[in-house]
C-alpha cells in the first residue's frame, strides 16, 4: 500500500510539472502568427480602458478567477458566478470573449494580460508548468518604450530573455 501511494504521488508530481517548454516552437509559432500576437495585444489594451492592469484568459477574467466552472474574486471568494456574468461585470461581451479564445488557440496561449503603468506591458502566456511554488511560466511580451529586460539567472531564480525583434521578446521564468 505504502509504495503504491508513492508511485500515485510521483505520477501527480511528474504530471503537474508538464511538457517542457521549447523555446524554439514558441519563437516559430510567433513568427506564422505574429498578426494574432498583435491582434491579442491590441484587444487588451482596449478592454484594459481606465484600469491600471487586466487580463483576460481561460481561467482569468479581471479580478475573477475560475474554480470547478465557477467564478469569484478576492474581493468576495464565497460569491460563486458564471461566466456570463463575470463578462458582464468586467464589461467583455461574449463574442469578444470568443474572439480572444480563438486567437488564443491560434497562439497557443491561454491569457493576456496589459497593464497601463509607465512603461506599459503586454504579456502573452505561452505555456506554464511546475507547482504553485515552483515552476515555469514563459510568456511573449512587449513594452510601450519598446525596452527588454535582461537575462537574469541566480540560485532558485531564472529568467530567460529572447527578442523577437520590434520590441517583442519572449519571457522564460522559473523558480
Not at 484568459?57 to 456574468?85: A, C, M, P
Request: net charge negative.
Amino acid at each position: 500500500m505504502k509504495v503504491r501511494s508513492h508511485f500515485l504521488i510521483l505520477v501527480l508530481l511528474l504530471q503537474a510539472c508538464g511538457k517542457p517548454v521549447n523555446i524554439d516552437e514558441i519563437k516559430e509559432s510567433f513568427v506564422q502568427n505574429k498578426t494574432s500576437f498583435e491582434q491579442l495585444d491590441s484587444m487588451i489594451k482596449e478592454d484594459t480602458k481606465t484600469k491600471t492592469c487586466f487580463a483576460v484568459g481561460t481561467d482569468h477574467i479581471g479580478d475573477f478567477w475560475e474554480h470547478d466552472n465557477k467564478w469569484n474574486n478576492n474581493q468576495n471568494y464565497e460569491r460563486k458566478v458564471s461566466l456570463e456574468i463575470v463578462l458582464r461585470e468586467v464589461g467583455i461581451s461574449s463574442e469578444r470573449y470568443n474572439q480572444y479564445l480563438a486567437l488564443f488557440k491560434k497562439v497557443g496561449s491561454e491569457r493576456v494580460e496589459h497593464c497601463s503603468n509607465i512603461p506599459n506591458w503586454t504579456r502573452i502566456m505561452v505555456h506554464r508548468s511546475g507547482l504553485a511554488v515552483s515552476g515555469c511560466l514563459t510568456t511573449v511580451n512587449i513594452n510601450g518604450d519598446g525596452s527588454m529586460p535582461e537575462t537574469d539567472i541566480k540560485p532558485g531564480y531564472a529568467r530567460e530573455i529572447i527578442d523577437l525583434g520590434k520590441g517583442w521578446y519572449i519571457n522564460h521564468d522559473c523558480t
